[in-house]
């Protein structure tokens, strides 16, 4: 909601995860971090920031920076095997690439170590997972000093929690044989690997196929991914259909079927405001577009601001009509607005998803 994005797709969500940033943006968002964090050291380890960091430079200019670098095979299976691209940059250099798992992950890990030579400065460092598995007690100790943490029981504490899972890197190796942009791959991983020391081979690696067990395992895990998939399929037909009945039904089909509504509704924040407030949002989304961002000044004790904070939408009712749902919000965003002042105040800033304008004779 602070940044814009140099594109996107249709379900309005960005594909190429660059924020466009401005000081402005940059306010917002920080004094939001520095809310939540409440006073503590604020930790960010969404492997996709290693794509925002002139972002977090520009945020938070002292801020420490740990790249966590693994052998690039490794990574490729880690990155590729769920058979999406969840774990996959979406930056300006992967846009309009073949559309290969491999290839995709690949020039994941290849940006990630350029990121990390381009940007790094006495506040960046890099660790091998490998030396944190089977070199733990030193390389945590070289880390908690790096972040200035002064905590021998917890460092002995977290010594003691990474192992060796004993990866079969069968899949990749099977993969990438047949793969028709084997030699492409291997050109995009060449100079990491080399300057890292890793050897782009399966010479030391684990190539077994996997026991039944395992295997019955990955099935599992697809089983409930496609699960998943169709209740969220669901949800949205679900969605549809009580839209068409608000929008066709009438003023008597939305009092009928207001509690189904309410009930789909139930996951989300519900919230009521001043008559005005709705007749406000109407009059803009008549002159204006449906997806036009409205602010709210909200006047919020603590617990209401993070009960309505993580929400992925928040249902409007008139407090004059309560039973009936006027507004629902999306793109939920709060931030404080004078945390200085006896009673907290915050701002909502949000997009108009559905409006109801039956009830209202518009």
Same mark, same amino acid.
């Given at each position: 909601? %602070?940044?814009?994005?140099?594109?996107?797709?249709?379900?309005?969500?960005?594909?190429?995860?660059?924020?466009?940033?401005?000081?402005?943006?940059?306010?917002?968002?920080?004094?939001?971090?520095?809310?939540?964090?409440?006073?503590?050291?604020?930790?960010?380890? %969404?492997?996709?920031?290693?794509?925002?960091?002139?972002?977090?430079?520009?945020?938070?200019?002292?801020?420490?920076?740990?790249?966590?670098?693994?052998?690039?095979?490794?990574?490729?299976?880690?990155?590729?095997?769920?058979?999406?691209?969840?774990?996959?940059?979406?930056?300006?250099?992967?846009?309009?690439?073949?559309?290969?798992?491999?290839?995709?992950?690949?020039?994941?890990?290849?940006?990630?170590?350029?990121?990390?030579?381009?940007?790094?400065?006495?506040?960046?460092?890099?660790?091998?997972?490998?030396?944190?598995?089977?070199?733990?007690?030193?390389?945590?100790?070289?880390?908690?000093?790096?972040?200035?943490?002064?905590?021998?029981?917890?460092?002995?504490?977290?010594?003691?929690?990474?192992?060796?899972?004993?990866?079969?890197?069968?899949?990749?190796?099977?993969?990438?044989?047949?793969?028709? *942009?084997?030699?492409?791959?291997?050109?995009?991983?060449?100079?990491?690997?080399?300057?890292?020391? *890793?050897?782009?081979?399966? %010479?030391?690696? %684990?190539?077994?196929?996997?026991?039944?067990?395992?295997?019955?395992?990955?099935?599992?895990?697809?089983?409930?991914?496609?699960?998943?998939?169709?209740?969220?399929?669901?949800?949205?037909?679900?969605?549809?259909?009580?839209?068409?009945?608000?929008?066709?039904?009438?003023?008597?089909?939305?009092?009928?079927?207001?509690?189904?509504?309410?009930?789909?509704?139930?996951?989300?924040?519900?919230?009521?405001?001043?008559?005005?407030?709705?007749?406000?949002?109407?009059?803009?989304?008549?002159?204006?577009?449906?997806?036009?961002?409205?602010?709210?000044?909200?006047?919020?004790?603590?617990?209401?601001?993070?009960?309505?904070?993580?929400?992925?939408?928040?249902?409007?009712?008139?407090?004059?009509?309560?039973?009936?749902?006027?507004?629902?919000?999306?793109?939920?965003?709060?931030?404080?607005?004078?945390?200085?002042?006896?009673?907290?105040? *915050?701002?909502?800033?949000?997009?108009?998803?559905?409006?109801?304008?039956?009830?209202?004779?518009?």
């Amino acid at each position: 909601d %602070n940044f814009s994005y140099p594109a996107w797709d249709d379900s309005g969500k960005p594909l190429i995860r660059e924020p466009i940033f401005n000081e402005q943006g940059l306010h917002r968002a920080r004094a939001a971090y520095l809310n939540v964090s409440a006073g503590k050291r604020l930790v960010l380890k %969404n492997p996709e920031f290693i794509n925002r960091a002139p972002l977090i430079s520009a945020l938070f200019p002292d801020a420490l920076v740990v790249v966590c670098v693994r052998h690039p095979l490794c990574a490729l299976q880690s990155i590729a095997k769920c058979g999406n691209e969840k774990f996959m940059l979406k930056s300006q250099s992967h846009f309009g690439m073949a559309d290969d798992l491999l290839l995709k992950a690949a020039a994941t890990w290849k940006e990630s170590f350029d990121t990390y030579h381009r940007e790094k400065n006495a506040n960046w460092i890099m660790v091998k997972y490998e030396d944190v598995v089977f070199d733990t007690e030193q390389t945590l100790t070289n880390l908690f000093k790096f972040l200035d943490i002064d905590d021998p029981e917890y460092l002995n504490i977290a010594s003691k929690i990474p192992k060796d899972l004993n990866h079969s890197y069968y899949w990749v190796q099977k993969q990438l044989k047949k793969n028709e *942009y084997q030699k492409e791959i291997q050109s995009l991983v060449a100079v990491g690997a080399r300057e890292l020391g *890793y050897d782009f081979s399966f %010479n030391h690696l %684990n190539t077994k196929r996997p026991s039944f067990w395992h295997q019955g395992k990955s099935v599992h895990k697809q089983i409930t991914k496609i699960a998943s998939s169709a209740k969220k399929q669901a949800k949205q037909y679900i969605k549809k259909m009580l839209q068409w009945c608000h929008r066709f039904c009438g003023s008597e089909g939305v009092l009928i079927s207001s509690t189904i509504f309410l009930s789909y509704a139930s996951e989300d924040a519900v919230l009521l405001v001043e008559r005005k407030v709705i007749e406000k949002a109407l009059h803009m989304v008549c002159h204006k577009g449906r997806d036009l961002g409205i602010d709210f000044t909200l006047e919020l004790l603590e617990r209401d601001f993070f009960r309505l904070r993580g929400r992925k939408h928040i249902v409007l009712l008139d407090k004059d009509n309560s039973c009936i749902p006027s507004i629902i919000l999306k793109n939920i965003f709060i931030y404080p607005k004078d945390l200085a002042a006896p009673k907290k105040t *915050y701002v909502m800033q949000a997009s108009i998803k559905y409006i109801n304008k039956e009830t209202y004779g518009i």
